[in-house]
């Protein structure tokens, strides 16, 4: 019963992101979710067998998900960011998170977003992971390059200009290392 709950929460969680996607892609990013989103979520899960529920838990490759055409599910491409869209090479490389938030200018972020954003979707990607927004607490963090300093208003700011700016090519920003990522050492396996 429970693993059967799970399941059902897990694709509705991954149909609530198609919807959100959509948006994205359809330029209503603000759109919030409605009434008629959850019965169409809902009914949609209906008509899922158990084995189309389980497939869509797992990505059609690593950087994308699995669709499911009977019901109209599209599979979604992702990119890995932040510095550029990195997947498929080759790419445009951009400064480093910190770089951009050194310049203190929010347009520039945003300029540098909807850079990456562009390049994203020519790629075919709905998504980027990135940016990368964990605030500096370790100075020998391996990743502390990819976020935007120590202050966070500061990497707030540049965060916002950076995700409005890939968002307005039609492509979802994606937080990621939102908190706690300070180490590389161990990443794996630390607790």
Do not use: C
């Not at 059967?4 to 919030?32: D, N, P």
């Not at 490759?61 to 080759?90: E, K, Q, Y």
């Amino acid at each position: 019963m429970l693993q059967g709950m799970q399941t059902r929460w897990m694709v509705r969680a991954f149909l609530t992101l198609t919807l959100g996607l959509s948006a994205v892609a359809a330029g209503t990013i603000a759109r919030a979710q409605s009434a008629d989103d959850e019965k169409k979520i809902d009914d949609t899960i209906s008509k899922m067998t158990l084995e189309e529920k389980i497939h869509m838990l797992s990505g059609s490759t690593m950087m994308a998900s699995t669709g499911l055409a009977r019901l109209g599910i599209p599979a979604f491409r992702m990119s890995d960011g932040p510095m550029g869209a990195h997947i498929p090479p080759p790419s445009t490389a951009f400064a480093a998170g910190i770089g951009l938030a050194a310049s203190w200018d929010r347009d520039l972020a945003a300029l540098v977003g909807t850079q990456i954003g562009r390049d994203a979707r020519s790629r075919g990607a709905s998504y980027l992971l990135g940016p990368g927004v964990n605030i500096y607490r370790a100075p020998l963090n391996g990743r502390n390059f990819e976020y935007f300093g120590e202050d966070p208003f500061l990497a707030g700011e540049t965060a916002v200009g950076y995700i409005n700016g890939v968002q307005s090519q039609g492509v979802s920003a994606t937080i990621k290392h939102f908190a706690a990522n300070n180490s590389e050492y161990f990443r794996f396996t630390e607790d």
